[in-house]
């Protein structure tokens, strides 16, 4: 069984904070991975994809990736409140010779002013 | 309209009812998925559709229907639903399946079994 695990949370942070997010997934071959963002009552939004280890940088948002230990992270700088939902990661698998992308249960982030 | 549509928003059906959720997309993807999200657990991918071919189906029970009449277009049709199906329901849709293309959901339709 293909597996994404998260911390569930509450991840609380202040104002202006740095907020890191973590997965780690259990399918060696998993070659995409991607960090989604759900606030409550609405659908899953892409915020960050990576490919390749190491970091990506996109705004206040940084992926890291490291295939080795099959960990990948989302650091948000300069956390806002507009930040606090639910972070999905999302690894790709493939299943049935097919890539589907396969989610972890979501970490909760509350952003406190 | 843009992005991926569903409808209905909001479901409340008894268990002896026959009805279907809808999903749309106007990003000219190829792919189209269904998933189930229930509280505490991760998203559950139901079916997958690629060019117009189901190419996955995640062991769900056959009271739950998906067909896919063209690249654009996803139905669930559910009937004889258990109160343990209430959930989020969402659609998904991407350029293709396969590595490397994230994906785009649609708002979800909230199902109520009573």
């Known amino acids: 069984q293909k597996e994404v695990e998260q911390n569930s949370g509450p991840l609380s942070v202040p104002e202006g904070a740095i907020a890191s997010l973590n997965c780690t997934y259990s399918?060696?071959?998993?070659?995409?991975f991607f960090w989604y963002r759900q606030y409550s009552g609405k659908s899953p939004e892409l915020i960050m994809s990576?490919?390749?280890?190491g970091d990506k940088e996109d705004g206040r948002f940084t992926a890291q990736l490291n295939k080795a230990s099959q960990y990948v992270s989302l650091l948000i700088r300069d956390s806002q409140p507009s930040d606090s939902a639910t972070y999905l990661c999302?690894?790709?698998?493939?299943?049935?010779?097919?890539?589907?992308?396969?989610f972890g249960k979501g970490t909760k982030l509350s952003v406190k002013p | 309209e843009t992005g991926v549509t569903q409808t209905p928003r909001h479901l409340v059906m008894g268990m002896t009812n026959k009805k279907s959720l809808k999903c749309e997309q106007h990003?000219?993807?190829?792919?189209m998925y269904w998933y189930k999200q229930s509280a505490k657990k991760p998203l559950e991918l139901m079916f997958v559709y690629n060019f117009k071919e189901q190419t996955e189906n995640n062991s769900v029970p056959s009271r739950f229907s998906p067909e896919c009449p063209n690249s654009s277009h996803l139905f669930l049709h559910l009937h004889t639903l258990q109160p343990e199906d209430s959930a989020l329901y969402l659609c998904?849709?991407?350029?293709?399946?396969?590595?490397?293309?994230?994906?785009?959901f649609g708002s979800g339709t909230r199902l109520t079994v009573v």
């Open positions: 999302a690894v790709n698998t493939a299943w049935g010779s097919q890539g589907n992308l396969i």
């Open positions: 998904a849709s991407s350029q293709e399946t396969g590595t490397n293309y994230g994906y785009t």
């Open positions: 399918d060696r071959v998993s070659q995409s």
């Open positions: 990576i490919y390749s280890n």
């Open positions: 990003l000219g993807h190829n792919a």
